[in-house]
């Protein structure tokens, strides 16, 4: 959405104390399981709910948090709320695993490290019931210390995901120095036309693979897409074909009735 630049200095003063406020909030988007079509996972996808300008997506106000020193601030505020929501479908007894997109800019300090240690502690959440995704928007080396810190994070038994691999700034170089265990195939190779060069995909998943890395595919919007990725022996999938991102509410009844993918599919 493009705002004018008085709409845009009015949010620039309000993030600041929005996660404060209750304002940053997140959807869930299922991860199905490629072998038995159940959710396995879900992944939080924060929103700031403004109280004048309604639902702000955070392609806006991630950058503009980053821009603003808040990265930390967001970005602790959605590990607490992603790790709240594993808690409470472990007591529900569903062992979901939720993913919580980090930005670089988290992974420049150890402060992140800690938090995590003290979430995981105060929830008595198994460390493998989270996944941090990070995403190589930010060239990984230009934030040196990322690397420590994600052995450090890694160290601690959550699982680790590049995300949006295959995308423009992805690198494979960066993908084998970082202690990963999933990578996440971006969407645009997921939806490549098939064709003699759609060769993309099929190269990402195996260069996973031959990682040991769990796959994930995501932005699944057909059936021939879903198809695509199980043939290709990927583990999970994720995008609006299965599921949209939804609230935490309705996973909860879609949980209850096991919404499993339809079998047609
Ligand atoms: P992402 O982590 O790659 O998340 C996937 C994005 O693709 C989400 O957009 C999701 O709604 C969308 N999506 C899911 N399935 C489909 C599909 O089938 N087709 C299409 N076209 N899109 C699909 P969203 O929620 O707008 O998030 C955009 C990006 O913002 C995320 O990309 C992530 O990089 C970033 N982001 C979201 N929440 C956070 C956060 O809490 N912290 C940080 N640092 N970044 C976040
Ligand atoms: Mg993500
Ligand atoms: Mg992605």
Not at 99 to 108: K, P
Not at 198 to 225: C, D, H, N
Request: charged share 25%; hydrophobic share 40%; proline share 4%.
């Amino acid at each position: 959405m493009v705002r004018s630049g008085e709409h845009y200095a009015q949010l620039e003063r309000d993030l600041p104390g929005a996660a404060g406020r209750g304002e940053i909030v997140a959807l869930f988007q299922p991860q199905y399981s490629l072998a038995t079509g159940a959710i396995v996972a879900a992944e939080a996808l924060s929103r700031w709910i403004h109280p004048h300008f309604g639902v702000i997506s955070p392609s806006e106000f991630i950058p503009m948090a980053e821009r603003l020193g808040l990265a930390d601030r967001i970005g602790d505020a959605m590990l607490r709320i992603g790790c709240d929501a594993a808690r409470d479908w472990q007591k529900r007894g569903h062992e979901i695993e939720v993913a919580v997109n980090v930005s670089i800019l988290q992974l420049r300090s150890r402060k992140i490290v800690d938090t995590v240690a003290r979430l995981l502690k105060d929830l008595s959440l198994s460390p493998r019931l989270l996944t941090l995704e990070v995403t190589e928007s930010t060239p990984l080396a230009n934030v040196p210390e990322a690397a420590d810190t994600l052995r450090d994070l890694s160290e601690l038994g959550v699982n680790i995901s590049v995300d949006d691999f295959g995308a423009a700034y992805s690198s494979r170089e960066q993908v084998i120095a970082l202690p990963a265990t999933e990578l996440k195939i971006d969407q645009a190779l997921v939806q490549e036309p098939v064709g003699d060069d759609s060769e993309e995909l099929a190269r990402a998943v195996e260069f996973g693979k031959a990682r040991g890395m769990r796959l994930v595919a995501e932005g699944i919007e057909t059936v021939e897409q879903l198809e695509r990725v199980r043939a290709l022996d990927c583990d999970r999938g994720q995008g609006f074909l299965l599921s949209r991102p939804t609230t935490k509410a309705d996973l909860d009844v879609m949980l209850v009735s096991d919404g499993r993918i339809d079998q047609d599919h």
